[in-house]
């Protein structure tokens, strides 16, 4: 299968080994990975943001990047939030501009858009990460379910269940895990003193796992988790505890883990040093 990745603005501009991560899985699965280089922003600020006109050149330029790119047969985000603005919001910004012909052709990439844990289960038959993958992680982590992955894509279990078969991982509960982080895009800075006492909230509840790591399969959420993690100096039994993208985690083999010696610390906004 040819597989068009959607690197989504933060992964590529904050986040790249994630998207990195995301191409070592396909292609240890056997596929072939394009990366149409047009793509930029899916328009999902705009449109939280209720700049519906503005979104509008926005949407058009992601469909143009996927339509003129090279061939592919689905297109794989690492990103819950970019997957369902592309399936949500971009046919509707097209339709309320009153493009019918750009709203179909959103429609047509949105039905063959997966989130990268939905293409793995749904489209590539991906069950056991341990098994399939050769995902090895042997560390304590906890899982937290972003909103739009929840709420719009339906993603159900998906990520977590891939995350159950890793070898070796210790996956443990988070309490509360359907609750809001509080990033939300743009809401993290026009609501900042609700944003602040939410992550309050989830960071206590990520402490309270005794995890070291926080994972999850938006890279936007885990930046806003890290961020607070980082701010209040939190710990676990086995030092300072930060956040990791699912895409790193079924990517760490035994043969090539993840994470570095213990002496080295864990960089909490996400990213490994």
């Given at each position: 299968m040819?597989?068009?990745?959607?690197?989504?603005c933060?992964?590529?501009?904050?986040?790249?080994?994630?998207?990195?991560?995301t191409?070592?899985?396909?292609e240890r699965?056997?596929?072939e990975?394009v990366?149409p280089?047009?793509?930029a922003?899916c328009?999902?600020?705009?449109?939280?943001?209720g700049?519906?006109?503005g979104?509008?050149?926005?949407?058009?330029?992601?469909?143009r990047?996927?339509?003129?790119?090279?061939?592919?047969?689905?297109i794989?985000a690492?990103?819950?939030?970019c997957a369902?603005s592309?399936?949500h919001?971009?046919?509707?910004?097209a339709r309320?501009a009153g493009?019918?012909?750009?709203?179909n052709?959103?429609?047509d990439?949105?039905g063959?858009?997966?989130?990268?844990?939905?293409?793995l289960?749904?489209?590539?038959?991906?069950?056991d990460?341990?098994e399939q993958l050769?995902s090895?992680f042997?560390h304590?982590v906890?899982?937290?379910?972003s909103?739009?992955?929840m709420?719009?894509l339906?993603?159900g279990d998906?990520q977590?269940?891939l995350?159950s078969?890793?070898?070796?991982?210790?996956l443990?509960?988070?309490?509360q895990a359907d609750q809001c982080?509080g990033?939300?895009?743009?809401?993290?800075?026009?609501n900042?003193?609700?944003?602040?006492?939410?992550?309050?909230d989830?960071a206590e509840?990520?402490?309270?796992?005794g995890?070291?790591?926080c994972?999850?399969?938006d890279?936007?959420?885990l930046m806003h988790?890290?961020g607070g993690l980082?701010r209040t100096?939190?710990?676990s039994p086995?030092g300072?505890?930060?956040?990791?993208h699912?895409?790193?985690?079924l990517a760490?083999?035994?043969e090539?883990?993840l994470?570095p010696p213990r002496?080295?610390?864990?960089?909490?906004?996400g990213?490994l040093?």
């Amino acid at each position: 299968m040819r597989i068009a990745l959607f690197a989504t603005c933060i992964v590529d501009a904050m986040y790249p080994e994630v998207a990195r991560d995301t191409v070592t899985i396909l292609e240890r699965l056997g596929h072939e990975v394009v990366f149409p280089e047009r793509q930029a922003c899916c328009g999902q600020m705009h449109v939280n943001s209720g700049d519906f006109a503005g979104a509008v050149p926005v949407v058009e330029g992601h469909v143009r990047a996927f339509e003129d790119g090279p061939d592919w047969d689905v297109i794989c985000a690492p990103s819950g939030s970019c997957a369902a603005s592309a399936g949500h919001q971009q046919p509707m910004i097209a339709r309320r501009a009153g493009d019918d012909d750009l709203a179909n052709r959103a429609e047509d990439l949105a039905g063959r858009t997966y989130e990268l844990s939905q293409l793995l289960t749904d489209v590539l038959g991906i069950t056991d990460a341990g098994e399939q993958l050769g995902s090895y992680f042997p560390h304590a982590v906890t899982y937290h379910p972003s909103c739009h992955g929840m709420r719009i894509l339906r993603l159900g279990d998906r990520q977590r269940d891939l995350l159950s078969t890793v070898q070796d991982i210790d996956l443990r509960e988070l309490p509360q895990a359907d609750q809001c982080c509080g990033f939300g895009g743009t809401f993290s800075m026009k609501n900042a003193e609700v944003s602040t006492a939410m992550l309050e909230d989830k960071a206590e509840n990520v402490v309270s796992t005794g995890a070291s790591l926080c994972t999850g399969g938006d890279a936007s959420c885990l930046m806003h988790i890290g961020g607070g993690l980082s701010r209040t100096g939190a710990r676990s039994p086995r030092g300072e505890v930060g956040t990791v993208h699912l895409a790193r985690i079924l990517a760490s083999t035994r043969e090539k883990p993840l994470l570095p010696p213990r002496s080295e610390p864990l960089l909490s906004g996400g990213s490994l040093r």
